[in-house]
Structures are given as C-alpha cells and as structure tokens.
C-alpha cells in the first residue's frame, strides 16, 4: 500500500506535508495544503515547490499537483503568476479553528514599574564594560577557554577578596571566595551543604524561602524591629540564620552592632551559620558605611553577594565568602565543571575592577539613586505627607507606611493608574504571626504593618516625574478623624 494513504508524514525536500486518510489523491494533497496555510505553515508570500519536484517527493503524478495548485489558486487559498511561482496568496492570513484552544491574552503591562531590585538596564556602562572585555580577553590564558573550574576564576576571585576588604570590611583570601551565578544560586548550594532548619527574618524575600524549602530547608520566622532582626530568638536547634545586616530587606536600616555581636556569638557557641546577603552594601546615602558581619569572624559567617544591582542582574556572576571548613563542600556541591557564570565574563569582571571601573559605576549610581530618592521624598511630603517614608538611607527602594488597613487597596489603585507596586505584606514570612502570637512580651517584634515597597531605581529618567505622579494619586487620603460621640441624655434621678 502506497504511504500516502497510511496518514504517515511524507517529506519532501522543500515542502513536509501529510496525508491523511484514504481517497482521492488529489483531494488529500489539497486538504494538506489547506491545512498548512491555516495553521501558519505556510505563510502568505510563500513560494510552493514546482509541482514536478512536489509530485516527485510525495511520489504522485505530476497532473495530480498541477491539478490540485490550480484548484486552490481558484479558491484564492495559492497565487500563480508567470515567472515567479505558486506562492500562498497574501490575503490567506493563518486562521484558527474554533476548536483549538486559544492562547489567553497577557495582562497589560504596567505603565511604570516602581517593584524593587531592577536598576535601569539603560544605565550599564557599555563602553567601560567593552574596554575591560578586551583587555581581559587579550591578557586571557589559554585555560580560560577550557572547561570551567567550579571555584571560579582566580583572576576575579582575587580582585575581589581586593575589593571586598577595601569596601566591606571583609576578611578572606581569594582561596575562601567561590563564585556562583548569584545569591539565589549561592544559597541553593548552602542549603544542599549545611541542611536545615534556618532562620530567617519575618521580613524577606519570599523567593529565597521558597528556593530553601525546595532544597528541603525550611524557615522559621525572627522578629524584625527598627534595629533590624531580633536574633535573641535564635535557638540551638538552628543550622543557621538567613539576615541582611546592611539594610534589611525590606523594611530597611542596619542590624543593630550588639545585634551583630549577638549573633556571631550564637554562632560560635552552636556551630550554627550566620548567612550574610549583602544586600545593597554598596549604596547608602546618609550614614557611614556599614561594614560586613563577615569581618567579626570569618570562620562562623558566610558572605553572599552579586552584581546584579550594581551592574547587572544579565551578568549572572555572584560570590560567596567561606569559612574555610565550607569551601571544599561547596565546590562539591557545584559539580566539576562550571556551569552556570561564563570564564569570559570572570575575567572582565575582575578588570572592571581592577581598572577602577566598578568603584565608579557604584559612585554614580549612588548619587542617581540618591537623586531619585529625593525626588521621592519630596514628591510626598508635596502631595501625600500624611505618607511616613522609611527605609531610605541606604538601598535602591523605600517603604511607605500606610494608615492601618489600606495596603491591599492602595495597591489596586496602584494598579489602575498603570504603576506597579508591591505591599509591604507580601514579603511577611507565612509563620511570622503565629510567631508573634507565642513570642515572650519583652521579645515580641512591632505590629505587622500596613504599607507600600516602593523600587525607585528601575524607570527611565524621563518616565521618573510621571511615576511619582501617579504614585500620588493612588495613595489612600487622610484618615478621617473619628467622630465625636454624640451627647449622652442625663442619667434619670
């Protein structure tokens, strides 16, 4: 039996087409042909086969194609004109039976996008990034073109224990530094190593706990007040603690220096870990700069960071600063060879660095991000002051304080006006108010609270202004004064 009636898919070598079903051949070439133009196969302006190829590759006469071209050139599905083919006929557009199921249609995009974490993509330094991927390229060994090795570059892993000592006070030799794709790839490995369970502040990204709890690792919630995590709630019990001493995420401020002291001190009579996301080290505005915990005791505190809110979250390059007991086992845990943070990117990396290029990029962005700031600040205390701005010395987002019970609706009505903002509840840790509820009254963290985190470092200059202006807008009003209550009659003698 000829394969064209087994439905089996006949190629040519210009046109795959299928056959389905028994009858007349003719007939099944053009409900094959139909069927292309329809579901976007083919497309308008197309050019088909010459029917003597097409004919030769599905193995039927050459009438039978010539037949069935001329026919569905009647029926304005193909187009024949002299000298150029049988192409599909423009006005064939793709059409979609009904019953196929129909791709659901996006959400509209916000207009602004004021959600934290995103630096302005249009601000990398391309030609500085350029010049040092050329002199690293140039200066390249031979080994850096061969397969990775998962302790990273040691031209990079040097130039940062450099840069980090310099910057954040960090103790380690380049041999404690292994390089990842980023602080989310960095605690996968730490969760796979150390195990759990952690701790972690109330306040967080939900992301990173649910990267934990897919490594098996889950976390109880700590306190969070305004000096930062409560960690006189860290027990034995904990592997280690998850904090953001340089500006909590995202309430904002640092952890308070007996605080700093008191967790290291947990960590070296448990043997726990203390988990270190440098998160926004780099940009503060109005205080001195904050030194890494890391620097208090090397051998009980691991670093993490990236330069994805420096340069790039694209880069892909992030690091981890070990004590040393935990390089070997990280570097386990990664596999043989690298495969996540490209060689070529390491070594411009490092020259960046090196170079000076880097320390400029961060003395840039910081005043930008500081100018962005102000704007802020201002635009609120013009339009909105009953608003309460916090957060705001350091990083690249601030925290807008919300009268009780307004968040989920101010977030809507930021929604309408085409602004896409987060609420402060969305980063509570699920465990945070049973927590509180069994916490000791002299250890209970503040009132959870109603507000908006609020990115100001993604839009472009030019769209800044107009964010901010709708930002006011969908801020809830002032809180109406209670009313007085109304005037008791007299008591009856």
Known sequence: MNSWVNSAEILGSDLPLELSGTGNRRALLMDALREAVRSGRLAPGTRLPPYRSLAADLGLARNTVADAYAELVAEGWLAARQGSGTRVAERAAPVTPAHWPRTPERAARPVHDLVQGQPDPSVFPRTAWLASARRALAAAPDDAFGPGDPHGRPELRGALAGYLARVRGVRAAPDRIVLCSGTAHGLRLLAEVVGGPWAAEEYGLPFHRGLLASHGVGT??????????????LTRHDR?????PAHQFPTGGPLHPARRAAVVDWARATGGLVVEDDYDGEFRYDRQPVGAVQGLDPEHVVLVGSVSKSLSPALRIGWMVLPQRLVAPVVAAKGER???????????????IESGAYDRQVRRMRQRHRRRRDQLVAALHARAPHVRVTGIAAGLHAVLELPPGTERSAVRAAAWQGLAVEGLGDYLHPGAENARLTARADAAPLPHRDGLVLGYATPAESAYPEALDALCRSLPPVSPPPAPAPPQPPAAP
């Open 220 to 233: 109880r919630p700590l306190g969070v007040d305004a000096d930062g995590a409560r960690v006189d709630g």
């Open 240 to 244: 280690a603690v998850l904090l953001t």
């Open 338 to 352: 690298e495969p996540f943070s490209s060689a070529t990117e390491q070594l411009t990396l490092a020259d960046f």
